[in-house]
């Protein structure tokens, strides 16, 4: 089965603060996503990456950046936290090798920015 | 623009089919239509995709109608832990990069 891990459950970061999100998988996953939850607004995609090194916006990718130096990890940072960054966070993986690869999720990284 | 249209909220008794129905009325010949739920606190889990002909797993059924336009996701025998946000999705092979609507919340009832 397809382990997509996020470090961590929740997080409490004060605004101003850089703050990193990260994310690994173990199924040697060409791409990988970040969306984010909010009530109501269901996902939305910040950024992907479909290969080391490589990275591209999605619809909200305002206030964060990304990185992925590895093929299994894939990390969002926000450099300047502010409270309107408080949302789930949710990292996921998919194979570009399988045709029509649906998308493997983390559990979430609940973020709160004070 | 989600690209789906699904209704908000449902219920269904427990041992009774669960019926989500997805419109995608848009969308081109060679997308799939993916499924996928929520339980609270968890991140989305994949259920099932197709494209044109009906398709069943483990999991569900999902019936594509002849025009594509629109699917309905088939739980034949829900129990409480289907209690779930559902999302319909739709995209192409590895280019898939998936648009999530609001989904619809199903409720099971005991």
């Known amino acids: 089965d397809v382990k997509v891990t996020q470090s961590s459950r929740y997080l409490v970061k004060r605004t101003g603060e850089k703050v990193f999100l990260e994310c690994v998988q173990d199924m040697d996953h060409e791409n990988m996503f970040w969306y984010r939850q909010d009530p109501g607004l269901g996902l939305r995609l910040i950024y992907f990456?479909?290969?080391?090194?490589?990275?591209e916006k999605g619809d909200i990718p305002e206030g964060y950046s990304v990185s992925r130096e590895k093929k299994e990890r894939f990390s969002l940072i926000l450099e300047s936290a502010s409270t309107n960054q408080t949302s789930m966070y949710l990292c996921?993986?998919?194979?570009?090798?399988?045709?029509?690869?649906?998308?493997?999720f983390g559990n979430g990284t609940r973020l709160t920015v004070t | 623009d989600a690209k789906t249209t699904q209704p908000p909220s449902m219920d269904c008794a427990e041992g009774r089919a669960a019926n989500l129905p997805c419109n995608h009325s848009?969308?081109?010949?060679?997308?799939?239509v993916y499924w996928y739920r929520q339980i609270h606190s968890q991140g989305p889990q994949y259920i099932i995709h197709g494209l044109k002909n009906n398709e069943t797993n483990e999991m569900a059924s999902l019936i594509i109608t002849e025009d594509r336009k629109s699917s309905t996701l088939i739980l034949p025998h829900a129990t409480l832990r289907d209690t779930a946000v559902y999302y319909c999705t739709r995209g192409t092979g590895g280019s898939y990069i998936p648009t999530f609507g609001r989904g619809t919340s199903l409720i099971v009832h005991p």
């Open positions: 848009t969308i081109s010949g060679n997308e799939y």
């Open positions: 990456s479909y290969d080391v090194k490589m990275k």
């Open positions: 996921a993986s998919s194979s570009i090798g399988t045709v029509n690869s649906p998308l493997h």
